[in-house]
């Protein structure tokens, strides 16, 4: 492997990916590291990761000797490590700690919401924590906020596709997918259910034309922000009805500026450029 500026660890729905790739160029060399088993939708390999088809033990001791050749490492989820024999997990980050290289924690929605305190040795060794959401400073306020990018390349509208009065949902949880037939029954909406629980994954390749068919994205999960299926959707043209904690109904018509890509790229640009 050649001399590395930035490696990712892990990856959560293709930001890691989007990142390195993004972010590579003559000046700047970037790589992402991902288990093939966890690349649902084949996201990372769509990006050019390096894909690892060993075990979680042999990812890490690999990811440890790639490591050698970075100047900063960006972990993504990935902040602990199970001990044989032992029910207790221990901290991954110290094991990659030296006085040359830098330390990104990059959390994304249930692996920190709600356990900001409980997890604070897991990334109290990371020189700048990240959070993809607004309401995830909450459990981590000193954390920085980076947006979640849609690639505007891959997710656009595409006219030769032609959008039928329907509605896709995402389905992760029986109580919202009630609520999102309910909804759709009231405005006379034909329903497209993706049984996500069930392992059930669209290849990222072929998702922009298969949110295309589709006039509305059902983005009922009870979470405060939009999910990065909704904010898909939305570069896709897509209308999103989005329920929050409380069950209140939004609609939501255009992209964030904050989430293309290009944009996030830049705020990423300057987070490197403090350490």
């Known amino acids: 492997m ?3 500026d930035v490696l990712f ?4 729905a293709g930001i890691a990916s989007m990142l390195a790739k993004g972010m590579s160029s003559a000046s700047l060399k970037c790589s992402c590291m991902m288990r093939k088993t966890f690349d649902k939708g084949q996201i990372s390999e769509f990006y050019g990761s390096l894909l690892h088809d060993g075990s979680g033990k042999a990812f890490i001791e690999d990811a ?17 490590f199970s001990v044989k024999d ?4 221990l901290p991954l980050l110290p094991l990659f700690s ?4 830098k330390l990104i924690m990059h959390y994304h929605g249930s692996d920190i919401r709600g356990k900001g305190k409980e997890k604070r040795e897991y990334y109290s060794a990371a020189d700048i924590v990240l959070v993809s959401t607004r309401d995830l400073l909450e459990d981590v306020p000193a954390a920085t906020w980076l947006p979640r990018p849609v690639d505007t390349d891959h997710f656009k509208p595409l006219s030769i596709i032609r959008k039928k009065r329907s509605a896709v949902f995402v389905n992760v949880a029986p109580i919202w997918l ?11 909406l034909a329903i497209t259910i993706v049984e996500r629980k069930r392992g059930y994954w669209i290849p990222y390749l072929h998702y922009p ?14 979470q405060k922000e939009l999910s990065k299926n909704a904010l898909e959707a939305l570069a896709c043209g897509l209308k999103v009805v989005h329920a929050g904690r409380e069950g209140e109904i939004n609609f939501h018509y255009k992209l964030p500026e904050v989430n293309r890509l290009e944009n996030v790229l830049k705020k990423y640009s300057k987070i490197l450029s403090m350490l």
């Open 2 to 4: 050649t001399k590395l």
């Open 9 to 12: 660890i892990w990856d959560i």
């Open 64 to 80: 440890k000797k790639a490591s050698a050749k970075a100047r900063i490492l960006h972990f993504s989820y990935l902040d602990s």
């Open 86 to 89: 032992s029910r207790n997990k």
């Open 98 to 101: 030296s006085p040359s290289k």
């Open 178 to 188: 009630k609520n999102a037939q309910e909804f759709c029954q009231s405005k006379d």
């Open 209 to 222: 034309r298969f949110l295309n068919r589709f006039e509305y994205f059902l983005d009922f999960k009870g």
